[in-house]
């Protein structure tokens, strides 16, 4: 029934944080202050403020912590971005990144209904929630645009607007993203609707060409070629993104080797979320400040 108690007296060596949302920050603190390494997922935290405390007192806990960002381990996710960091695409011009339901319930009327979107309970209040669907469903696209650009984004613009959930905050949210190479991002997310027909999951153009793909396909398209090649990646029940995850974490604590995004990583993404929430309040672009 005590977390805290179970964190400080269990003869554990790591924690699975899999909170609502606004619970993270104080599971996290605790774990830390108990030397425990931490998997968390997604969001790391709702607001700025805790971020910061958990990166410091992660640093100076000296612990592993890795921001479950499962879906960086999607074969199409991971081959775009050997594609990219190789160079094949040049300078990178226009980075999209989208995540919607795949499906939805047979309807009345054309939509996702309200109650099919699941977003009930603390799910359905901003204060618990943090925000909407794009502090939930939204993070994934979020850490996805940032993986992929590989440069620190600047300033953020956003749009939200709530259909058809019945839940305080967005259920859609268009993010734009400015990054210090020049390139401009986009996030496009929510679960007023199943995922746009002939949309991909994410999409790179750079001076040289286009990398784009869904979970379990990917495509490159050098400029000048009018068909793109294709890599299918299986699709393994047995061994998901999930499990790929935990393995990589349980890597990570055993050698000691940093994991793929860590505290700090998992702090970004929220400042780019908190930035769009802002720019929806504000009505502007926001500005980011740079990485210490």
């Given at each position: 029934?005590d ?12 924690v ?21 390494h931490?998997?968390c997922?997604k ?40 594609f990219i960091?190789a160079?094949?695409?040049?300078t990178?011009?226009i980075v ?11 309807a ?20 618990t929630?943090g925000?909407?669907m ?13 993986y ?35 390139a ?7 679960e ?5 027909h ?5 999409h790179v153009?750079?001076e040289?060409?286009?990398?784009f ?20 990646f299986?699709?393994n ?15 990570a604590v055993?050698t000691?080797?940093?994991?793929i995004?860590d ?13 769009a929430?802002?720019?929806v309040?504000?009505g ?7 990485r210490?």
């Amino acid at each position: 029934d005590d977390f805290q108690a179970l964190i400080r007296e269990a003869d554990i060596d790591a924690v699975d944080i899999c909170l609502p949302h606004h619970l993270h920050a104080e599971a996290i603190l605790a774990a830390t202050a108990a030397g425990k390494h931490i998997l968390c997922e997604k969001p790391m935290c709702i607001t700025l403020e805790e971020g910061d405390q958990i990166v410091e007192a992660v640093d100076a806990a000296g612990i592993t912590y890795m921001s479950a960002h499962n879906e960086l381990f999607y074969g199409p996710i991971l081959a775009a971005k050997q594609f990219i960091d190789a160079g094949s695409l040049g300078t990178p011009y226009i980075v999209r990144s989208h995540e919607f339901p795949q499906t939805y319930r047979t309807a009345a009327i054309p939509g996702r209904p309200a109650p099919a979107t699941q977003m009930v309970g603390w799910r359905a209040s901003q204060a618990t929630m943090g925000g909407g669907m794009l502090i939930d469903k939204g993070y994934h696209p979020t850490y996805i645009l940032l993986y992929l650009t590989g440069s620190e984004p600047v300033a953020v613009s956003a749009m939200t607007n709530t259909f058809v959930a019945d839940m305080e905050g967005e259920d859609t949210a268009l993010v734009m993203v400015k990054f210090a190479n020049g390139a401009i991002g986009q996030i496009f997310t929510g679960e007023g609707f199943v995922f746009p027909h002939g949309d991909q999951k994410f999409h790179v153009i750079g001076e040289r060409g286009e990398v784009f793909g869904t979970r379990t396909e990917a495509f490159s398209k050098p400029r000048g070629f009018t068909e793109p090649s294709r890599i299918a990646f299986a699709d393994n029940p047995a061994n998901t993104v999930f499990d790929m995850e935990i393995l990589h974490f349980v890597d990570a604590v055993a050698t000691g080797q940093p994991p793929i995004q860590d505290h700090r990583a998992g702090r970004r993404v929220l400042e780019v979320i908190q930035a769009a929430y802002e720019s929806v309040r504000e009505g502007r672009t926001v500005e980011l400040k740079p990485r210490a």
